[in-house]
């Protein structure tokens, strides 16, 4: 995910930029994903879903604000 943000970040373009934002998105729906499947699967303590799980909401946050912020410029 970091990378295709960077790599956005390097378009000259912000809707491209924000393009890559969204496939980042998405590639964190699916890391929530497969996080709680791993904690169904017992392939995870509790602590250490809760800890990796509140890392994944931070990190949510912050992709969000980003986007919310890329998507005011380009209007």
């Known amino acids: 995910m970091p990378t295709k943000i960077v790599e956005g970040a390097n378009r000259q373009d912000k809707k491209e930029y924000l393009q890559f934002l969204y496939i980042s998105r998405g590639s964190l729906s699916e890391t929530e994903y497969l ?11 509790e602590k250490d879903f809760q ?4 890392l994944q909401q931070e990190t949510a946050m912050t992709l ?3 986007i919310k912020s890329v998507e005011n410029e380009t209007i």
Do not use: N
Not at 35 to 45: F, I
Not at 51 to 54: G, L, P, R
């Open 35 to 45: 996080l709680h499947l791993a904690h169904r699967l017992v392939y995870l303590t």
């Open 51 to 54: 800890e990796i799980d509140k």
């Open 64 to 66: 969000y604000g980003l």
